[in-house]
């Protein structure tokens, strides 16, 4: 009994401890944007490996989707003869939920855990020491512009996400079920709404695009100093993120629909 | 030569996510519901408005014309208060028009049809549409066929 | 005159410093000084925290107590950006090289002028190629940092380290792991870029021969303090009977061969008198 209660207590001042260190860890991040403008050729750089490379994963991803969405949801539909509202059904899932939500699934497990590699070999390494050294701060050089480029990829994915899946729906929905094109568009239209669906959506990806970069790098620089210390590090990026954004995912969602 | 590649690359991503924002506000969303401009407000009573919802269409003769603006309950009038804002292009509505909740299809969405009149004056923000008809609730109704049928 | 009386004064003075890490002490009231334009080398055994004292130096780490003065200024005082200013004047060369493995040789070294400086690039070129002439690796400019050998990456990381031109080295165990010919010539670039640059290099190493082969100070540490120090003769001289055990390389004296525990025999028959039972 007594055991348990110290093991509680241990775990609850790990994760205590764990929290407040990527706290102050955020806050130097944050702290440090102003290098983002001043170093834009980094961001740059960042931008491309973490946005642009993911670009390709996204689409595939959204297209496939968006396909099995419009043949899914046919299929129900059709009983209720319905399949006119197809648009609707396909359109109202990507951008409420699907588009972000998968979207940062796949950003933790494409980009995040890169990143993580990436900045865990370069603590192991010592080159975030050395960078020390040569009196270069790690937060402005390495961080920042990286954050950052997260921050902002995570939004444009998951808008190209919702766009290539919708198209995807209408492929199956339109092209191979026979729906009406007019009908697949208008009930799209009657039934997603601006402000209610797409920028609740576009604010949730916003959210997740902080969440998973902060995690990634954070994961990375709390890494233990060794191979294996990276690889679980890059494990738990992944873990940590899906987690967060399906919790997140949860509470936006009762906030924002109500 | 390297920083011309990124530049484009990245300003091309940029642009691409941008474009997938508008095709999502313009193509799929109702955004351009939004661009209603101008628009004046009156109001309707109903003793029950079934599954009316804010934003749903306001109609004549199935020509959407404005949409519901607000929806509440008047504690004096134990009646529901519905909003219309409806675009100030249609001001040629008379004060005897009729309003109706109607369903879209068998399950598809509810929203007003506004039936004109033939009154002279005309709607203007801030009246009220004294005619009302409320939302047909499927239990009512078939509460009223049994009793015909009883009384036969 | 002026110049008598920086020379005169030590570059790195160490008072009382006292480090923790967790429950173990690593340093407990270590003190020491570090001559202008010397090679000194800090020498004992592994695990006492030599690079430790290479990092707390830098800034890096903050001491428990105790106070540590680089060219006359507190380190652990200095605030963020003082500190920066300290450490242009200060190279560290790690043991790993630690070069940014996204860039090539050239771009490393050219790393600190392009952060410090808005040099045109004509002339981060020219310095560049200079440093690197140096240190024997022009040719190698394009090379990815995966592609050096050990002793490569620490020669680069050398040229790196001078490219800001700064007062004070600090190397960290620069002649582990590396094959004769790589030792003599990283021995030889450190004895060069001290006595051509007359900068000051601080050394952490436990290979004995070559450190007393180019040291001109030493300093013995164990056990979180120091046991020796002065000039290679000096110790040489006047060794402790820890220090001579060191520098000779005997396996037994006062560091004993065996762990310390209960005797032999004692432990024996005691595994006797169980089994009897």
Known sequence: ??????????????????????????????????????????????????????????????????????????????????????????????????????????????????????????????????????????YRRVFAPRFFAGFLSMPLLAAIFSAVGVMGGFIVGVGLLGVDSGSYF???????????????????????????????????????????????????????????????????TGLMFT | MKLRY??????????????????????????????????????????????????????VSGVRIGRVSDIAYDPERFQARVTLAIRSGQDHLPA???????????????YIGLEPGGDFEVLADGDEILFTQSALVLENMIGRVLTNFSSD | MNDDRVADTPHVVVEDLVFRRGRKVVFDGLSLTVPRGRVTTVMGPSGTGKTTLLRLIGGQLRPDSGRIWVDGEEVARLSTRRLYALRKRMGMLFQTGALLTDMNVFENVAFPLREHTDLPEELIRNLVLMKLEAVGLRAARDLSPAELSGGMARRVALARAIALDPDMILYDEPFAGLDPITMGQIVTLIRRTNSTLGLTSVLVTHDVVEAMDISDHVVLIAEGRVMDAGTVEQVRAGASEWSEQFLDGRPDGPVPFHYPGDSYRDDLMRGRESGND
């Not at chain 1, 496939?64 to 046919?74: D, H, I, K, P, T």
């Not at chain 1, 497990?109 to 370069?122: F, Q, V, W």
């Not at chain 1, 954070?218 to 060794?226: H, I, S, V």
């Open chain 2, 96 to 110: 005897d028009t009729q309003a109706s909740i109607f369903t879209a299809g068998l399950l598809g969405e509810q």
């Open chain 1, 1 to 138: 009994m007594i055991d348990f209660l110290a093991h509680l207590g241990r775990s609850g001042l790990h994760w205590l401890s764990l929290l407040g260190r990527a706290s102050i860890f955020l806050f130097r991040v944050l702290r440090s944007q102003d290098a983002v403008v001043r170093r834009y050729r980094l961001t740059l750089i960042e931008i491309y490996s973490v946005g642009v490379r993911s670009l390709l994963i996204i689409v595939v991803s959204g297209l496939f989707v968006g396909m099995v969405l419009g043949y899914q949801g046919y299929i129900t539909l059709v009983n209720f003869g319905a399949a006119e509202a197809l648009g609707g059904v396909v359109a109202l899932s990507l951008v409420r939920e699907l588009g972000p939500v998968v979207t940062a699934l796949l950003f933790a497990g494409r980009a995040g855990s890169a990143l993580t590699a990436e900045i865990g070999l370069m603590k192991t390494t010592e080159q975030l020491s050395a960078m020390e050294m040569m009196a270069v701060d790690p």
């Open chain 1, 186 to 252: 208008s009930q799209m239209q009657a039934v997603t709404d601006w402000r209610e669906d797409v920028v609740s959506g576009v604010i949730k990806s916003i959210v997740f695009g902080f969440v998973v970069t902060w995690i990634a790098i954070f994961q990375g620089l709390d890494a233990e100093p060794t191979s294996e210390g990276i690889s679980r590090a890059t494990t738990q990026t992944v873990v940590a993120s899906a987690l967060a954004v399906l919790g997140l995912d949860f509470i936006l």
């Open chain 2, 6 to 59: 990124l530049e484009v690359s990245v300003g091309l991503f940029v642009l691409l996510g941008i474009a997938a924002l508008f095709y999502l506000a313009i193509q799929v969303s109702n955004i351009v519901e939004y661009r209603d401009g101008d628009t004046y407000e009156v109001t309707a009573y109903f003793d029950h408005i079934g599954g009316l919802k804010a934003r749903a269409p306001v109609t």
